[in-house]
């Protein structure tokens, strides 16, 4: 196996993880200070969102400048200390590539802009306005409104699947592709671990840009559903791999919202392109289509349960599976996947035992070690995050009232993951000294670190033992998934087997008492969990792990 097969990997959220200058904006030396933390929790590669020279228009993921760190976050020393010092615990670090699109005030777009014929024209995906001079098609962005803005230099519109200031790459363009091999490069000369590779299924555009049947009121259709996945996307992404990541101790794991668990087969595994897929059935479970916030879909356990098992099982014998609940854009899973009234703490160690004991490598991200819940500001302007305020006007669009549209606001936007870590019970939980950028969540004084840490209930002492006990097993890493009792409404089930030993997971996912066969049981010894167990009964989101020899 693969060392990235068997470690834990940290997405760690840098503006929000540990401020060392009182700017209020975490930092490159915090991350160092903290790394102790991140071994306790078994920790073997994190995956820091991104830290090269940005605007910040969407946190870093508007990039600048490649090969620089963002001031705001420290100089390049830094980040070489940082490597350095990660390496001596055994941690390797995890840089994440943005290469669908770069920042409008990168310098490759300020001189695309310029004119239709510089050496650069050709680097953006720039189109003439229709007759009337309106957008070239009538696509949506992924962040609200149009896709396309106007450009009074050149008088032609750029694409831009996310906010104008992220305009879209021109991958066509063999030059494009190069620069940003060589930007990859340079990361894999500094000794990353690895790579997150972000809005991949966007890279590649079709032939022939054309309006498509609107989907909304605005008379616009997403942007995803025209350009996603396009036919050809995987040679772009072989030579991607071949002038890049080949023969190197390094995994790759490309976010890919948009390809489905059946597809797979051709990302991951021998003859693909990564190592891993993020698929995200299981987390857009609300959203059988386009992630409209005011439009979700009514969800089951079963149907949580169909989206595990069909990852699960696209991957058993080709590829590998990075487990995930919670990252930079998702709400946290104790608000995601349960009802109000349920009790968090339960839930939080319930999603911890399932996200340690699939198939696959687990990634953990800041805060969820932590049980962290969704933030609630009480109106629009307190939000930070882009998508928020498109979201937000969708709804108005729509018809929702200004506190619906906040509503959907608090259940799905990308702030709730995105408050700062939450250290201790002081000033601004021991984030920073400064004004932290984004308010610390107003439960710190009982959810932080140091409280968790005294603590041996705590969601924080659970995610340290689960680490311990995947690391103690063989079966949790190298078994194979068998799903029991596939039709129960209730309770999630699966076997890690091993030809010598076999690891039986039970979990509730209802608010109910819930029982079962008690002869799944039998012979087995009970290893870890959230509550006391009982043979053949399961309390209100109880999570079980049995052994059999
Ligand atoms: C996906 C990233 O995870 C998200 O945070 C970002 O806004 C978009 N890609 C655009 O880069």
Redesign the pocket.
């Known amino acids: 196996m693969k060392w990235w097969q068997k470690t834990v990997v940290y997405e760690l959220y840098p503006k929000s993880f540990q401020d060392t200058t009182g700017s209020g904006t975490g930092d490159i030396k915090g991350m160092i200070k903290r790394l102790g933390y991140l071994k306790s929790l078994g920790v073997g590669a994190i995956w820091l969102t991104p830290v090269c020279k940005s605007p910040m228009v ?1 946190n870093g ?1 508007d990039i600048e400048d490649y090969c620089a760190i963002d001031p705001s976050y420290g100089t390049m020393e830094d980040m070489d200390l940082l490597f350095a010092e990660a390496k001596k615990r055994n941690i390797r670090i995890v840089i994440d590539l ?1 290469f669908n ?1 770069t920042s409008d005030q990168n310098p490759w777009f300020l001189e695309s802009k310029q004119s239709k014929d510089n050496p650069k024209a050709d680097w953006y995906i720039w189109r003439d306005a229709k007759e009337d001079g309106s957008e070239p098609t009538n696509w949506r962005g992924i962040f609200g409104g149009s896709a396309w803005t106007w450009c009074e230099e050149r008088q032609q519109y750029y694409l831009h699947t ?1 906010a104008y200031q ?1 305009p879209d790459l021109n991958w066509a363009n063999p030059d494009v592709r190069k620069a940003l091999y060589d930007a990859a490069n340079f990361w894999v000369n500094k000794g990353a671990g690895g790579f997150r590779v ?2 991949i299924p966007y890279i590649k555009k079709p032939e022939v840009l054309k309006d498509g049947e609107p989907d909304g009121k605005d008379g616009m259709v997403s942007v995803h559903d025209m350009t996603v996945n396009t036919k050809g996307i995987l040679d772009y992404l072989h030579e991607f791999k071949e002038n890049v990541t080949e023969g190197h101790d390094i995994f790759t794991v490309g ?1 890919a919202n948009g390809v489905k668990a059946s597809e797979l087969h051709e990302w991951v595994g021998e003859n693909g392109v990564f190592d891993m897929i993020f698929e995200f059935s299981h987390v857009n479970l609300e959203f059988k289509g386009i992630e409209t916030w005011c439009k979700p879909d009514p969800w089951t356990i079963q149907d949580l349960k169909k989206a595990l098992r069909n990852s699960q099982e696209a991957t058993r014998d080709n590829g590998w599976y990075p487990v995930f609940f919670e990252n ?2 998702k709400p946290r899973c104790t608000d995601h996947y349960f009802p109000e009234d349920a009790d968090k703490g339960q839930c939080a160690k319930l999603m911890g035992t399932l996200l340690y004991t699939l198939r696959g490598t687990p990634f953990l991200y800041q805060g969820q070690e932590l049980g962290y819940r969704n933030v609630k500001y009480d109106s629009i302007q307190k939000y930070n995050d882009i998508s928020s305020y498109g979201q937000y006007d969708l709804a108005l669009s729509e018809g929702l009232s200004e506190e619906e549209a906040l509503k959907a606001v608090h259940r799905f936007s990308r702030d709730s993951a995105r408050t700062p870590m939450q250290w201790n019970d002081q000033e601004n939980a021991g984030f920073s000294t400064g004004i932290p950028w984004l308010p610390v969540h107003d439960d710190y004084k009982t959810m932080n670190v140091e409280a968790e840490e005294k603590d041996p209930s705590s969601v924080l002492v659970y995610y340290q033992q689960l680490a311990k006990l995947r690391a103690d097993y063989a079966p949790f890493t190298k078994g194979d998934f068998e799903e029991i009792l596939e039709e129960d409404e209730n309770i999630f089930a699966y076997r890690r087997n091993t030809k010598d030993q076999s690891i039986f997971v039970l979990l509730n996912f209802s608010g109910k008492e819930v029982s079962y066969d008690c002869s799944l049981t039998e012979n087995m010894q009970y290893i870890f969990g959230n509550d006391q167990p009982k043979t053949g009964v399961l309390k209100p989101y109880q999570a079980c792990i049995y052994v059999k020899n």
């Open positions: 969407d993921y943005v699109h996310f992220q972000d809005a976010e930079h854009d």
